[in-house]
């Protein structure tokens, strides 16, 4: 196995948290950074000790020598610079989510099939502990049959999301923070399909139409025309099962996780909550389980501060590990552990399962048609929260034996 070069496209605040971890991958002989905004790109290069850089993804993809990109651009450029990156012989980690339209997924599943290269698309939810928790009971039987599933993320625009947009989006941020909810689904979704297995047939989803006083979520005052801060829909399961999925933009809801879930099958159920999460079954037994998934800080003052994010984030960003996460960490690098993780101890186990299916030529954990399982069920319920609720088919995207 050959080690590969990687370039971190976009210098904000998420890739910082993945170019120490790509850095001290013992199969990555060297990271650079594409960046357009000059300033950012001199102040990270020095910041990250990362000498090589580029002043697009176009120069990054022009060189020779580079194996793969990591994207962590703006929501809606991911899919297109995905396609552009394989077309040039590149692998690609992506930042979710992957796509915003059906064509574009469409578009990558052909791509990844005519270049052969390496997608996966980085969803950190799929390495939450209440998802981890999950899928080892579900392996276990231990759910029984699937009968109904909730993922949400609860994240109001003033816990931190102001700051971000304003970031990434410059003179321009409010045309771009109005981006729909729902097409930003796949921490909810992924949650519930990547223990399952499952997948989401048919939708009806209602946005609710924003009133706050910043007009960000307005017609004609962002690029998508869109006016739902919040929606919510209740989905169809390919295993005869229910799901509802709720991605609120103004809610009053702090603290804890902004992301979580609950399962419920025959057997029995795990739930999530702000306070904590618990097992229960048919047996009337139930177990607090917030002990087992629950991310213990491992970090030093001087690690704390250098994670450059808003305060409301910085949880996210300096997570540790949990109880449950303990028997898959032995397939990590050993130079991993002095470094930093995050969102619920899903970074590094993120940055080394791309690095390993690109230097071992498997698929990735979240390959393309996981990520489209993923991001479909959203886009669809979007257009159907743009008319009203009705209910709408949702395409599949079914792996092939080979991958």
């Not at 223990?195 to 924003?210: F, K, L, P």
């Not at 999530?272 to 047996?283: I, K, R």
């Not at 250098?306 to 960003?317: A, E, N, P, S």
Request: aromatic content about 10%.
């Amino acid at each position: 196995m050959k080690p590969i070069k990687l370039c971190i496209v976009g210098a904000g605040q998420f890739a910082q948290n993945f170019a120490h971890l790509f850095k001290a991958h013992p199969m990555v002989s060297e990271v650079s950074i594409a960046e357009v905004i000059a300033e950012r790109r001199a102040a990270e290069s020095k910041r990250l000790g990362i000498p090589r850089t580029f002043d697009s993804l176009e120069s990054a993809l022009a060189a020779p020598d580079i194996d793969a990109v990591a994207l962590f651009t703006q929501r809606w450029m991911h899919a297109p610079m995905a396609i552009a990156a394989m077309r040039t012989g590149k692998h690609v980690y992506s930042a979710v989510p992957a796509a915003t339209s059906l064509d574009e997924l469409s578009e990558l599943i052909d791509t990844v099939k005519q270049t052969g290269m390496t997608y996966m698309m980085g969803e950190t939810s799929y390495y939450y502990g209440a998802t981890v928790y999950c899928r080892q009971r579900w392996q276990q039987g231990d759910f029984g049959r699937f009968v109904y599933g909730e993922g949400e993320y609860l994240h109001d625009m003033s816990h931190g999301f102001y700051e971000a947009f304003q970031y990434s989006g410059g003179d321009r941020w409010k045309r771009t923070a109005g981006f729909p909810p729902m097409l930003y689904p796949t921490h909810s979704v992924a949650m519930i399909l990547s223990v399952t297995g499952a997948r989401m047939t048919q939708v009806s989803c209602i946005g609710q139409i924003d009133e706050h006083e910043d007009g960000i979520f307005r017609q004609g005052a962002n690029d998508w025309n869109n006016v739902f801060s919040n929606q919510s829909a209740l989905f169809r399961t390919s295993d005869g099962g229910m799901a509802r999925m709720n991605e609120f933009r103004r809610v009053g809801c702090g603290g804890g996780r902004s992301v979580r879930m609950s399962l419920f099958g025959t057997k029995g159920t795990f739930e999530e909550m702000t306070g904590g999460a618990s097992w229960s079954d048919l047996q009337c037994h139930t177990e607090d389980v917030e002990p087992l998934i629950k991310c213990e800080g491992v970090y030093s003052h001087e690690q704390w501060e250098r994670i450059k994010v808003d305060v409301q984030l910085k949880g996210d960003f300096v997570s540790g590990f949990a109880q449950v996460h303990q028997p898959l960490r032995d397939r990590l690098p050993a130079a991993y552990r002095t470094q930093p993780n995050g969102h619920e101890g899903s970074h590094q186990f993120l940055a080394d399962d791309f690095v390993t299916a690109c230097t071992r030529q498997t698929t990735p954990t979240v390959s393309v048609w996981d990520a489209a399982r993923y991001n479909a069920p959203g886009i669809v319920a979007h257009q159907s929260a743009l008319k009203g609720g009705e209910l709408l088919n949702i395409p599949d995207y079914p792996k092939p034996a080979t991958a």
